[in-house]
């Protein structure tokens, strides 16, 4: 074999046509996991979520057609939907019913990071108000000193989302819904040329797995009838002996 040469596994034109429906459909699901990670209670399913459906889906790609490029395409429109969808949903709901309210910051920890410390700071509405999610992490949350102190965030009233600050720069929502607009079209772009190349493989590899041979059934029927006419052959006579 060649030096840098591979083998690629050919697929029958049905198989590469269902994993290329498969894979279309993706999208649908990495937009439903942004979504679901913009909340904090369902961060961490939604990382472990999208990153085996990424994987998954680019599983599915590198059957479909087994070429490299395939598989950086797919990580990176992927992530491209799944991050992007997230950011669109959060600035959306926050732009419609966010609510700008004064809180309170009641205490103040520190975590180690990798550039010094982390400050998480405990939060209260001044109004005395249940609050979702109270607390913040970095953004106005700057020392231990903070305690006590009052400031303005931005509030999702449904609770789903955390806290924001109240200057957050929300006027790029176009931009995102049309960035993750392209990112959809690429993968789609993607999958389709995956389909092509697989249905070109397949086409020039006529014994691909799962494919039915031509010769093979037809030898075997016959053999199968040569056998009975000897059977048939044989139980006459004895039967005209026995009359």
Same mark, same amino acid.
């Given at each position: 074999?060649?030096? *840098?040469?591979?083998? !690629?596994?050919?697929?029958?034109?049905?198989?590469?046509?269902?994993?290329?429906? $498969?894979?279309?459909?993706?999208?649908?699901?990495?937009?439903?996991?942004?979504v679901?990670?913009t909340?904090?209670?369902?961060?961490?399913?939604?990382? $472990?979520?999208?990153v085996?459906? %990424?994987?998954l889906? $680019?599983? %599915?790609l590198?059957?479909?057609?087994?070429? *490299?490029w395939?598989?950086?395409?797919?990580l990176?429109?992927?992530?491209?939907?799944?991050?992007?969808?997230?950011?669109?949903?959060?600035?959306?709901?926050?732009?419609?019913?966010?609510q700008?309210?004064?809180?309170?910051?009641?205490?103040v920890?520190?975590?180690k990071?990798?550039?010094?410390? $982390?400050?998480?700071?405990?939060?209260?509405?001044t109004?005395?108000?249940p609050m979702?999610h109270?607390?913040?992490?970095?953004?106005?949350?700057?020392?231990?000193?903070?305690?006590?102190?009052?400031e303005?965030? +931005?509030?999702?009233?449904?609770?789903?989302?955390?806290?924001?600050?109240?200057?957050?720069?929300?006027s790029s +929502?176009? %931009? *995102?819904?049309?960035?993750?607009?392209?990112?959809?079209g690429?993968?789609?772009?993607?999958?389709?040329?995956t389909?092509?190349?697989?249905?070109?493989?397949a086409?020039a !590899?006529?014994?691909a797995?799962?494919?039915?041979?031509?010769?093979?059934?037809s030898?075997? !029927?016959? !053999?199968?009838k040569k056998?009975?006419?000897r059977? +048939?052959?044989?139980?006459?006579?004895?039967?005209? %002996?026995?009359?």
């Open positions: 074999m060649a030096p *840098g040469s591979r083998k !690629n596994v050919a697929w029958p034109p049905h198989v590469v046509r269902r994993l290329a429906r $498969i894979a279309a459909l993706v999208p649908l699901l990495m937009v439903g996991i942004g679901l990670g909340s904090p209670d369902w961060f961490p399913a939604a990382l $472990i979520l999208g085996l459906t %990424v994987a889906a $680019i599983a %599915v590198m059957a479909t057609a087994t070429k *490299g395939v598989f950086f395409a797919g990176i429109t992927g992530l491209a939907v799944a991050l992007g969808s997230g950011l669109v949903f959060q600035a959306a709901l926050m732009q419609s019913q966010g700008r309210t004064e809180v309170r910051i009641t205490s920890y520190t975590t990071g990798k550039t010094g410390p $982390i400050y998480h700071c405990r939060l209260k509405r109004d005395g108000r979702d109270a607390y913040i992490v970095g953004m106005g949350c700057t020392g231990t000193e903070d305690a006590g102190t009052t303005d965030l +931005l509030v999702d009233p449904s609770g789903w989302l955390a806290p924001q600050p109240a200057d957050a720069d929300l +929502l176009p %931009v *995102g819904v049309v960035g993750v607009g392209v990112a959809i690429l993968w789609e772009l993607t999958v389709w040329q389909r092509r190349i697989g249905l070109r493989e086409a !590899n006529p014994t797995p799962g494919r039915p041979s031509g010769a093979k059934p030898a075997d !029927n016959r !053999n199968k056998r009975k006419r059977q +048939l052959g044989l139980v006459r006579p004895t039967m005209c %002996v026995a009359r």
